[in-house]
């Protein structure tokens, strides 16, 4: 186990649910932002949505360099899920990628679903022109998913990670839409 994932083991638990409470609080107050964006898409809303996302970015930076990746067992399943959805509404590719490979090694050790490494891993080469592994990203224009490396396997590698196949996915995705 490297030593920051050790140093974070060692938190006090006032700390990590403090923690675990800023995060899922972060995360709700974008999730009810957005919602009000939908319902009434004013310059003052988005606006505030951008301010709150920039807010939740720049606390997450500073949780990440503080005590490393919150993990479902740091700050349990909950709040290491806001801190993913954070991260990936951060305008800062650089620190989504950062971010991805800390949770992809804590995924690795068993500390992180590695769903979350998926949603980051795909997030993150979408951003940067390259094919998605997991097929979680979806062109909300086309609704078809962004171009995905290795087609043929890919419904493996998404039960791999706890995905269903990706024609459910776009099934249920047209069906809501």
Known sequence: ?????EAARRMVPELAAALAGELVRRA???????????????????GALHECRQANAEALRTIVERHGW???????APASTAALMILLHAA??????????LIAQAAADGCCPALHHAYIADHCAVEEGRPQFYGTRVNPLTLRPYPIRRPQTLD???RDVGLGPLDEQMRTLRADG
């Open 92 to 101: 800062d590719l650089d620190f989504q990628v950062r971010c991805r490979d």
């Open 70 to 76: 919150p993990t479902a067992d740091l700050v349990g």
């Open 28 to 46: 709700d107050e974008e999730r009810h932002l957005m919602r009000q964006a939908r319902v009434d898409p004013t310059s003052w809303c988005r």
């Open 1 to 5: 186990m490297r030593q920051d994932q």
């Open 156 to 158: 493996e590698r998404r």
